[in-house]
């Protein structure tokens, strides 16, 4: 499982990170480095990079990869939202070595338009970002978005400028990237939507942040689950087995012109390695139900095929006991929305203990947490 951080939490890395012998300048190059890798990929043969900075340490980051750029021999222009003298630390330092090369940042004349083959790279506001853009920062937004829309490619430095860190809540204005290179660590807003939509194409580097930094990371925190985590949860499949030796998963739901939640709870089931999927639902929602499952049948004495069968009775919760040989709803794992379930009637009372599946907010559907 990756863990997905909030701001405060990078914060704290970083600091970390510091502590245990890695300084803030050695982060920023190998971000840099990354960053520039990235937009390298994105361009055309002949393309142009339009790199766009901040004064904070995105702004560095972005700094890095125009003296890495012009350090390859690529046409690049650099522009600063502020005054060169407002920089601080690292990214003073990059401000420095960038115009030692020959690279003096300057703002981009509005007659030179990137389209086609060229890289905008958005280094402007990073998750410390705590309101709206506004001023120059909202007019460099402005232009690569117009770029952007010219077939320009944007290349985003750990978050796409705009964007909340820890909620992925787009700012007005805010970039809407095609790559978003991430740096050690997904952050929360990077994988909720609308902010996942903004990211474009999610890529985290590594750039060098020690293991031992990640001590700071205490308490509860918010993971990411991933396919590596569950394949080697689930068994393989013996030849000799059949649908009955894999569970039967029964699902109590669906009426006229609800039934989305029925058949992808079924759908999902079936994926996720059940053997026997049966769907206990009203007469009226057995067609809609079999429009979305494969290889169902109907009736009020089903015949099961390819693992799913949708019962047909309005007393669901009796009806589809019934249809399970043997089988009782007391003391069996169960998941869904227990106000439901408990409206169902006296049959379903062994159902004391559900877990409530209802979503607690608009965006936050698939976060789990658990202790770090």
Not at 56 to 68: C, P, S, W, Y
Not at 242 to 270: C, D, E, M, N, P
Not at 282 to 296: K, N, S, T
Request: hydrophobic residues 40%.
């Amino acid at each position: 499982m990756k863990r997905a951080l909030t701001a405060a939490e990078m914060r704290a890395v970083d600091a970390a990170s510091a502590d245990h012998g890695m300084p803030g300048s050695v982060l920023m190059e190998n971000a840099g480095e990354a960053l520039t890798q990235a937009a390298l990929k994105e361009a055309g043969p002949g393309g142009r990079f339009f790199v766009l900075c901040g004064l904070g340490n995105n702004g560095g980051d972005g700094l890095v990869v125009a003296r890495k750029l012009a350090g390859l021999g690529r046409t690049v222009f650099v522009e600063l939202t502020g005054e060169g003298t407002a920089l601080q630390h690292d990214a003073a330092r990059n401000f420095d070595a960038l115009k030692a090369c020959g690279v003096t940042p300057a703002p981009i004349p509005p007659d030179l338009g990137a389209g086609h083959g060229d890289v905008v790279v958005d280094a402007l506001l990073g998750t410390g970002l705590s309101r709206a853009p506004e001023g120059k920062i909202a007019d460099a937004i402005g232009r690569m978005s117009a770029w952007r829309a010219a077939g320009a490619r944007v290349v985003s430095a750990d978050l796409p400028s705009g964007l909340d860190s820890d909620s992925g809540v787009p700012l007005s204005p805010c970039v809407t990237a095609d790559v978003t290179t991430s740096f050690g660590y997904v952050k929360l807003g990077q994988v909720l939507e609308p902010g996942a939509s903004r990211c474009g194409r999610l890529e985290i580097v590594d750039i060098g942040i020690p293991r031992a930094a990640e001590q700071v990371l205490t308490g509860t925190g918010v993971f990411l689950l991933e396919e590596s985590d569950v394949r080697g949860r689930i068994p393989k499949r013996r030849s000799d087995s059949h649908k009955g030796t894999y569970g039967h998963v029964l699902v109590i739901g669906g009426s006229w012109g609800k039934t989305g939640a029925a058949a992808l709870t079924s759908l999902g089931a079936l994926r996720g390695g059940a053997g026997l999927v049966t769907v206990a639902t009203r007469p009226e929602a057995i067609g809609p139900v079999m429009q979305h499952v494969d290889d169902v049948t109907d009736g009020a004495q089903p015949r099961r095929v390819g693992g799913c069968a949708v019962v047909d009775d309005g007393d669901r919760a009796a009806r589809a006991h019934r249809h399970l040989p043997g089988a009782k709803l007391a003391g069996k794992p169960r998941v869904g929305d227990k106000q439901d379930l408990l409206q169902t009637g006296h049959r379903l009372q062994p159902f004391d203990d559900v877990i409530d599946e209802r979503p607690a907010g608009d965006g936050q559907k698939g976060l789990g947490a658990r202790e770090g």
